[in-house]
Nanobody, 124 residues
Framework: QVQLVESGGGSVQAGGSLKLSCAIY????????MAWFRQPPGKEREGVAF????????YYVDSVKGRFTISRDNAKNTVYLQMNSLKPEDTAMYYC?????????????????WGQGTQVTVSS
């Protein structure tokens, strides 16, 4: 059974940094879309970034481009989201997600497996 376990959330001031981790259990195949989504208070879940782990290709939404970096450590079966220059509008519950497709997208229905979420709060 595939399980995703996030960690690394917290509270920071604007301009600060956090690094989220998503450990993947029960699946070690390299062909997987790994994504980060977030859900701000009172809003719908939105995509942030994805990586197609076999190719290492990545995609970011415009609002985080240049500030967030998605990466992976194959040996640890873990995907990361490095978040720099954080803004108050980045405040949200962050979720990692996975599917076993080759056409990665940032659509919530595409993802089968989800972590429990980790809270990120950015104060001004």
């Amino acid at each position: 059974q595939v399980q995703l376990v996030e960690s690394g959330g917290g509270s920071v001031q604007a301009g600060g940094s956090l690094k989220l981790s998503c450990a993947i259990y029960g699946y070690a195949e390299s062909r997987v879309c790994m994504a980060w989504f977030r859900q701000p208070p009172g809003k719908e879940r939105e995509g942030v970034a994805f990586m197609y782990t076999r190719a290492g290709s990545t995609y970011y939404v415009d609002s985080v481009k240049g500030r967030f970096t998605i990466s992976r450590d194959n040996a640890k079966n873990t995907v990361y989201l490095q978040m720099n220059s954080l803004k108050p509008e980045d405040t949200a519950m962050y979720y990692c997600a996975a599917n076993f497709r080759t056409d990665c997208r940032l659509d919530v229905p595409d993802y089968t497996y989800w972590g429990q979420g980790t809270q990120v709060t950015v104060s001004s």
